[in-house]
Nanobody, 115 residues
């Protein structure tokens, strides 16, 4: 059974940090690009960060210098380290694995940045 399970979300104060994890099962994760997306209240879902199967990364401008995406293929896991969090980072964060025409999504984890 194919699954992507996110964890690590929660409530954090502005300026704080969180690390999201997304663990894959049921497919060969190392062959897939991993990405994080988010949907803020009242907004469309946006791509936040991507890491290719070879380890190359890219980020949306609003998180550059604050967020870091990484992967551990031995653990079938992709991470999103989030620092200097802002209230506008509040959203449901989803992970995705993509290879060619195959795409899998996680169920999402809530991140709330508020004092």
């Amino acid at each position: 059974q194919v699954q992507l399970v996110e964890s690590g979300g929660g409530l954090v104060q502005p300026g704080g940090s969180l690390r999201l994890s997304c663990t894959a099962s049921g497919f060969t994760f190392s062959r897939y690009a991993g990405s994080w997306h988010r949907r803020a209240p009242g907004k469309e879902r946006e791509l936040v960060a991507v890491i290719t199967s070879g380890g190359r990364t890219s980020y949306v401008d609003s998180v550059k210098g604050r967020f870091t995406i990484s992967r551990d293929n031995a653990k079938n896991t992709v991470y999103l380290e989030m620092n200097s969090l802002k209230p506008e980072d509040t959203a449901v964060y989803y992970c995705r694995a993509v290879s060619g025409t195959q795409s899998y999504w996680g169920q999402g984890t809530q991140v709330t940045v508020s004092s």
